[in-house]
């Protein structure tokens, strides 16, 4: 398919990330919602009225606005825009298109992901990943979307860690719908690159000069002796194999958060070193070995699309972010290029399987109340978007 003209936003990108079923609430048509009340579930809790961020939109954009920042990266729900299959919700495109007015109204660039982790009910009942038309569904989905919103869009994500997405839900069995095989995690692997595909083509054929990629998990990686190999596997699986075929996208983003150490056995659960409150090891140094790792592999811009700590200590977010920060300047100014920083999460919101314990967020959501207040994080890191140095 013919490239059509993209524009990137003129100011390097400074924002904040969340998710519509971490922040939105009421996502019960969704296979999340279904697998947090299922027998035997993995998840701590249910996500319930998450931040009830569906109707307190323009809470979260003041905020943002309130912090000096440029751009806010959120997604669009697939549950909600087309609960049935062909049948598609004009109020919910219409309540999406008055988010993203929103954000024009305050000079963000919105930053939109198409799929985040969530399935609409009918489409994991034809088998999710696994249904031999799921590129196809997502392209129509992706159609949809662009059609209605393509004129608001700013950049684009089709899909959020698709290779999250096939690691814990196909090998770890963590997430929906929870099995564990690595052939059925390989396939959905392929399945998941085809969507992507298929939904940046279509959205290449609506409304909108906007850049369009993928964003993928990335990690640091330590093999111990007799964990060479599966470090191997494990990072061509659910990294090169992605990076190698992104190579028509206008844009590649990257998340990171830790660095991941295997033994001859596996997974280290417990690693040596300062670890933070999702049981990571404390590694910010992660930023820049991602980003160069990406740029060693692809040809087209790099957004660091989500990067942050789980901790209830706000002191550890603001040491984390700050040595996050020296990694990025390190990598833009050996001329790597780097298109945005997004910090993740803008609130206190659900993390899936942990509930809402972990805190995320340089905004603190109160669970009865829905308050927000900002940290210090938040103010430490508008001040640090502020006095950062970029070339652009």
């Known amino acids: 398919m013919t490239q059509r003209g993209v524009h990137f936003p003129e100011r390097f990108s400074w924002g904040t990330s969340t998710s519509g079923y971490q922040t939105e609430g009421g996502g019960s048509n969704t296979d999340w919602w279904r697998y947090e009340r299922a027998e035997g579930t993995h998840c701590a809790e249910v996500s319930g009225d998450a931040c009830d961020s569906w109707n307190r939109y323009e809470q979260d954009l003041d905020l943002i606005v309130g912090l000096g920042l440029n751009s806010y990266r959120l997604s669009v729900e697939w549950a909600r825009i087309e609960p049935q299959r062909g049948e598609f919700d004009s109020n919910a495109l219409a309540h999406y298109q008055e988010m993203l007015e929103a954000c024009h ?6 930053v939109v992901t198409l799929h985040h982790f ?7 009942d034809l088998g999710g990943f696994e249904c031999p038309e799921i590129a196809t569904l997502m392209g ?30 196909y090998l770890m069995g963590l997430f929906p719908p929870a099995q564990s095989d690595w052939k059925r ?9 085809a969507c992507h595909v298929a939904m940046r083509d279509a959205l290449r054929s609506t409304p909108g000069e906007y850049p369009i990629g993928i964003t993928l998990s990335m990690h640091e990686y330590e093999a111990l002796p007799g964990g060479e190999e599966l470090v191997e596997s494990i990072r061509n699986e659910t ?16 998340q990171c958060y830790t660095k991941l150490v295997f033994g001859p056995d596996g997974l280290v659960a417990h690693p040596e070193g300062e670890l933070t409150e999702m049981g990571y090891l404390f590694w910010p140094q992660s930023v820049e070995f991602t980003i160069r790792r990406t740029a060693s592999m692809v040809d087209i811009p790099i ?35 780097v298109r945005g920083y997004f910090q993740w999460s803008l609130l206190d919101n659900f993390e899936w399987t942990f509930g809402y314990r972990p805190k995320f967020g340089i905004v603190a959501v109160d669970r009865t109340t829905f308050e927000r207040t900002p940290k210090p994080s938040a103010h430490w890191y508008a001040e640090a978007t502020r006095t950062f140095t970029t070339p652009r």
């Open 105 to 110: 109204a305050r000079d963000i660039v919105a």
């Open 303 to 337: 957004i660091m699309t989500e990067n942050g700590i789980g901790t209830d200590d706000d002191e550890q977010r603001i040491r984390y972010l700050s040595q996050a920060l020296d990694g990025l300047s390190n990598v833009i100014a050996d001329g790597i290029d």
């Open 239 to 254: 990294e090169d194999e992605y990076l190698r075929a992104v190579g028509d996208d206008d844009f590649v983003g990257v």
């Open 185 to 193: 995690f390989s396939k959905v692997n392929v399945a998941l690159r």
């Open 118 to 124: 969530t399935l609409p009910l009918w489409v994991a």
């Open 140 to 169: 129509i989905y992706a159609r949809v979307v662009g059609d209605a919103l393509g004129d608001l869009i700013g950049i684009a994500c089709t899909v959020n860690e698709p290779n999250i997405v096939a690691l814990m839900g």
